[in-house]
């Protein structure tokens, strides 16, 4: 993709990841519009970068994300980068009492939200480029945020077929699998160890540059090239499994 002079629309555009490839996309000369539940965040960020157009949407109803589209297509109709960042993770037990409601929160927002929302945008006669936010534990899942590696898995899955489903439109497809970096994700606190996001976007800018359909970063980099028995061998390391 051309790193200057798109009209981007990020989901979940105010925080973590998705507020660090808001402000570099802004840096580079875009126009970025972002969502997200959260007034107040999202006004936080239009503050300090006025530029930004934002718009509260909660991506987990139908109703919501088909306004999102129809906004776009009144006032935004030469959109042409569909940023899919938006998500939730839910640490929680199989036998917890809420365990069914939270894992169909997370298929909402995960899943349902970012697969519909394709759909729609493909429609647009500008959109040539769409960005999935995928995660490492899609390729080894975390046993403690079961639901949530499944929701990424699925994505990956489906980002690797839509790379290919949308060729004949010239919509070029590219994945962003992070791993663990340092944002409020599962909740504050569950992620301080890990790597700033201004590292993060510094290599993800790096590899959009080069051409890069597939974005990894560290422990994802060595992940996602690794075979069977080392995938084997990391869930058990990851999950405690002897
Ligand atoms: N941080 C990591 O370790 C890590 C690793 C791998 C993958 N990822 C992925 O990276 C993406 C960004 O996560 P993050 O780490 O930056 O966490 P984050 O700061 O919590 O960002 C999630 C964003 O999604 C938005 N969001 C959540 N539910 C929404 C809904 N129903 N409707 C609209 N917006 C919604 C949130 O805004 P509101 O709450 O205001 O709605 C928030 O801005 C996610 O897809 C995550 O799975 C993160």
């Given at each position: 993709?051309?790193?200057?002079?798109?009209?981007?629309?990020?989901?979940?555009?105010?925080?973590?990841?998705?507020?660090?490839?808001?402000?570099?996309?802004?840096?580079?000369?875009?126009?970025?519009?972002?969502c997200?539940?959260?007034?107040?965040?999202?006004?936080?960020?239009?503050?300090?970068?006025?530029?930004?157009?934002t718009k509260k949407c909660?991506?987990?109803?139908?109703?919501?994300?088909?306004?999102?589209?129809?906004?776009?297509?009144?006032?935004?109709?030469?959109?042409?980068?569909?940023?899919?960042?938006?998500?939730?993770?839910?640490?929680?037990?199989?036998?917890?009492?809420?365990?069914?409601?939270?894992?169909?929160?997370?298929?909402?927002?995960?899943?349902?939200?970012?697969?519909?929302?394709?759909?729609?945008?493909?429609?647009?006669?500008?959109?040539?480029?769409?960005?999935?936010?995928?995660?490492?534990?899609?390729?080894?899942?975390?046993?403690?945020?079961?639901?949530?590696?499944?929701?990424?898995?699925?994505?990956?899955?489906?980002?690797?077929?839509?790379?290919?489903?949308?060729?004949?439109?010239?919509?070029?497809?590219?994945?962003?699998?992070?791993?663990?970096?340092?944002?409020?994700?599962?909740?504050?606190?569950?992620?301080?160890?890990?790597?700033?996001?201004?590292?993060?976007?510094?290599?993800?800018?790096?590899?959009?540059?080069?051409?890069?359909?597939?974005?990894?970063?560290?422990?994802?980099?060595?992940?996602?090239?690794?075979?069977?028995?080392?995938?084997?061998?990391?869930?058990?390391?990851?999950?405690?499994?002897?």
């Open positions: 993709m051309r790193i200057s002079s798109n009209k981007i629309l990020i989901t979940g555009g105010a925080t973590g990841i998705g507020l660090g490839l808001t402000e570099r996309f802004l840096k580079e000369g875009n126009t970025v519009i972002i997200g539940r959260r007034e107040s965040v999202l006004k936080e960020v239009s503050e300090k970068h006025p530029s930004i157009i909660d991506l987990s109803i139908e109703g919501e994300r088909e306004a999102l589209f129809q906004w776009i297509l009144a006032e935004h109709s030469n959109l042409n980068v569909l940023i899919n960042n938006a998500g939730i993770q839910q640490w929680m037990s199989i036998s917890d009492n809420d365990f069914t409601k939270r894992a169909k929160d997370e298929i909402s927002v995960n899943i349902e939200a970012p697969v519909h929302l394709t759909s729609l945008f493909i429609n647009l006669k500008s959109l040539n480029t769409i960005i999935n936010v995928t995660s490492g534990l899609a390729l080894v899942p975390m046993i403690k945020v079961a639901v949530y590696s499944a929701t990424k898995a699925f994505f990956h899955s489906f980002t690797l077929s839509l790379r290919q489903l949308l060729k004949a439109r010239n919509i070029e497809v590219i994945e962003i699998i992070p791993p663990a970096i340092n944002t409020d994700l599962g909740g504050k606190g569950i992620h301080d160890s890990a790597p700033p996001v201004s590292d993060f976007i510094e290599a993800v800018f790096e590899q959009i540059k080069q051409g890069k359909a597939e974005i990894t970063f560290g422990f994802t980099d060595s992940i996602s090239k690794a075979g069977p028995e080392d995938l084997q061998k990391t869930f058990n390391r990851m999950n405690g499994i002897n």
